[in-house]
């Protein structure tokens, strides 16, 4: 059998929830190997700063590398490729995740990829790791005669059939110091949302039962490492299936499993016959502290643009019915999306001051500009009115490199108010909402000029003024990544 290493590459952002907790994807992947009998070690370059030191260490004796690659990775995972193939010429460098699901063609023709894993990894590894022809194995494509050969895809796994997270794979020095415990009792959503890239790789919805969840919530609670931890449900709809979701709340309750824990909900599922005042009570009664809801937009022509199928209304009673319950109500906003006028805008803006006047206990993210990144049917309609993608896995990794300009607002040929978009998205940035989250942001800048940006960047708001963005232009120097 061959010996597996799996590597989670830096990002080429500072971002908060990239470092709180691991990547589930590796995690499911290296505990199947396991189970397997497969030789497996994960190297988390995100957590582990000495990640170059161990990849020296491993990588003599390796078969196969695995890198899970999102596109705001590739920068580091192409720095990572260059040292495997330095220190072990031998090992077959496999590339997955995200980026290369989408991009396969353009990942599988680089020099430094010998395979691309598309869709689901846990099969596909072990198949190539048990060493099958590759010409036989699903969800990869290669190179041969100098030309991509794409494999048909694979089928969806049943996570059903995975085994739970084996957490002796992780570093110790990643457990101790994990801010959410992650869990994951699903895979995939029903939904159609034209901005998220479930729909275009068809992921319906999975889950696994009521025990195997509560069993792994009790390996989590008898570990030390996990005490006074919160925990984060990363399925991407925790509650599609209401009845099983309503057991596994019960369970945790019966068994005292009572944990934090967080997870993302709709906010049309706030409603009699779903999450009702039942639900919600033991929701809080397990330990839920916090849900997290993508309301998108305060438009209603938008919302249905982009099928989320929720309504302005929707999401404030859901605001309501959290603060009810003493949990707290979490709300993701987007601007600068084709096809939105600036009146759809300013109804966003207000949609999130009716939410901000229900209690200050609500948490407000962005709203942040829309970004083309590949995968959903919107990035088809940014190219189609004139966007230029890169088109090789090195242009896309100079786009990583160079994000904060090349992603910028002023490129983007479907927005129609630029500067009210991007003066819009500086304001959120720099404090609009929270000066603590402002103060501790990524802004080079010393506490008195970040203090007098968030008082503009507040004034700005409340006045709904957000043209002739003077100060954030000269903020930008002050701004890294």
């Known amino acids: 059998m061959a010996r597996v290493l799996l590597i989670n590459p830096q990002f080429n952002i500072v971002k908060e929830n990239y470092d709180s907790s691991v990547s589930v994807g590796l995690l499911s992947i290296a505990s199947f190997l396991n189970s397997q009998a ?4 994960l190297i988390d370059c995100v957590r582990q700063k000495n990640y170059l030191e161990i990849l020296q260490r491993e990588i003599i004796d390796c078969e196969y590398a695995g890198l899970s690659v999102m596109t705001m990775q590739l920068p580091k995972a192409i720095e990572i490729a260059k040292q495997i193939r330095k220190l072990n010429p031998l090992c077959k460098i496999v590339w997955g995740g995200s980026h290369p699901t989408f991009f396969i063609n353009q990942t599988a023709e680089h020099d430094l990829v010998d395979a691309v894993c598309f869709g689901e990894g846990e099969i596909t590894m072990l198949e190539l790791a048990q060493g099958r022809p590759w010409q036989d194995i699903k969800g990869i494509a290669y ?24 957490w002796n794979l992780v570093a110790p020095e990643i457990l101790q110091n994990l801010r959410l415990i992650p869990s994951l009792t699903s895979r995939g959503c029903p939904h159609q949302c034209t901005f998220c890239i479930n729909a275009i790789l068809k992921n319906r919805w999975r889950m696994r039962s009521t025990e195997q969840v509560l069993r792994d919530l009790e390996s989590i609670k008898s570990k030390e490492y996990f005490k006074d931890k919160k925990l984060r449900f990363w399925d991407e709809n925790f509650f599609v299936d209401i009845n099983r979701a309503r057991e596994i709340i019960n369970g945790m309750i019966e068994r005292n499993l009572i944990i934090s824990w967080e997870t993302t909900v709709r906010a049309d599922y706030i409603r009699s016959g779903m999450i009702d005042d039942e639900l919600m009570s033991k929701l809080h009664q397990s330990g839920c502290y916090l849900l997290s809801f993508g309301a998108e937009s305060g438009s209603l022509r938008i919302l249905e643009k982009i099928k989320k199928h929720v309504t302005p209304e929707q999401i404030i009673n859901s605001a309501k019915m959290c603060l009810r319950y003493d949990i707290i109500p979490q709300y993701s906003f987007m601007i600068g999306l084709p096809g939105e006028e600036k009146s759809d805008m300013m109804l966003t803006l207000d949609l999130i001051d009716k939410l901000a006047k229900l209690s200050d206990k609500i948490q407000i993210l962005g709203p942040q500009a829309f970004r083309p990144y590949p995968g959903s049917t919107l990035y088809k309609e940014c190219l189609a009115v004139g966007w230029q993608a890169p088109q090789t896995l090195d242009d896309w990794a100079h786009l990583a490199e160079n994000q904060l300009s090349y992603l910028a607002v002023k490129n983007f040929p479907w927005v129609k108010h630029k500067d009210f978009v991007e003066s819009m998205e500086a304001c959120v940035r720099f404090g609009a909402h929270s000066i603590k989250s402002a103060l501790g942001s990524s802004i080079s800048a010393n506490k008195i000029l970040k203090l007098g940006f968030i008082l503009l960047c507040q004034l700005r708001w409340k006045l709904k003024f957000f043209w002739w963005p003077i100060e954030f232009r000269l903020a930008k120097k002050f701004v890294t990544k």
Not at 38 to 41: A, D, E, F, L
């Open 38 to 41: 497969i030789s497996v070690k």
């Open 143 to 166: 190179k041969k005669d100098e030309r991509v050969v794409v494999n048909p895809a694979r089928e969806l796994h049943d996570p059903a059939q995975m085994p739970l997270f084996n």
